[in-house]
């Protein structure tokens, strides 16, 4: 086994706690077990935070989304970074909505007022915002773009809205899942990654935060750790795992290991 993969394969076995919604629980032999606080079925799990869109096809305007998302426990949802816009537009997407409300307006102050809970992070559409005839005041995000453009809109227009909650919101329940790393024949960690089936990357301190990720996505089904030439750590996280594709699985032009949950 090379330098690297034994570095990092011992760090696996540190005892790790992940403040706020996620708890490592325990790194056992070639497993890596993680309990995660999780939402409850109806809510989508990200970070730190629970969101579901409000009723199924019951479009509401700007105020009527508001109220919609108190009536769950939550608030109407704002981007924070460009990796949460990404995530609610994805979101979106896989339940075919093109555009839906987000929880900012300026009728009252003249700018604009996406709540007290962080810095909001506005990825405007071109041109937008633009106040079109002097009555658009409110924000939605349109998904037909690759990143999820914001644009404001007449606050009495009739959308989705997006809400969002944490897990203590509601009734959140406790996901215990296994990840277990692939091994060749004499038990040794593979040099090898899955190809052409990652959905989501990011660069990460920690071998266990991956796992995390994963389980945090609901597409995710397998993992990828990566060691760049520039010395960086890089999460993919992958919709499929090697039995769905067997020869994805191979070995790479850099150091990578691969996980998935356990058979058992």
């Known amino acids: 086994m090379n330098l690297w993969l034994q570095k990092h394969y011992v760090r696996l076995y540190k005892m790790i706690t992940v403040m706020l919604t996620s708890v490592v629980t325990a790194l056992l032999g070639t497993c890596l077990s993680l309990a995660i606080l999780s939402c409850s079925p109806s809510w989508q799990s990200w970070e730190h935070s629970c969101y579901r869109f409000n009723v199924q096809n019951d479009t509401v305007n700007w105020d009527d989304g508001v109220s919609a998302c108190q009536a769950m426990g939550g608030r109407m949802a704002v981007p924070r970074s460009l990796d949460e816009s990404e995530f609610m537009k994805q979101m979106a997407q896989r339940e075919n909505i093109e555009v839906f409300w987000i929880g900012c307006d300026d009728r009252e102050t003249g700018t604009w007022d996406c709540g007290e809970v962080g810095e909001p992070s506005l990825h405007w559409g071109p041109g ?67 190809l052409n089936h990652v959905i989501r990357e990011f660069v990460t301190k920690s071998n266990p935060r991956c796992a995390v990720a994963c389980m945090k996505e609901p597409a995710c089904r397998s993992f990828n750790i990566k060691r760049t030439d520039q010395g960086q750590r890089i999460c993919q996280l992958n919709d499929i795992t090697r039995y769905n594709d067997p020869g994805t699985l191979q070995v790479t032009g850099s150091l990578c290991i691969y996980a998935q949950e356990c058979d058992n």
Not at 130 to 141: A, D, I, P, T
Not at 169 to 192: E, I, K, V
């Open 128 to 194: 937008q915002p633009n106040n079109l005839e002097g009555n658009q005041h409110c924000v939605v995000m349109q998904t037909s773009h690759s990143t999820g453009y914001l644009g404001d809109a007449v606050c009495g227009n009739r959308y989705r809205a997006l809400c969002i909650r944490h897990p203590s919101g509601g009734s959140p329940y406790t996901q215990s899942l296994h990840y277990c790393f692939a091994r060749d024949t004499n038990g040794q960690l593979l040099n090898s990654c899955l």
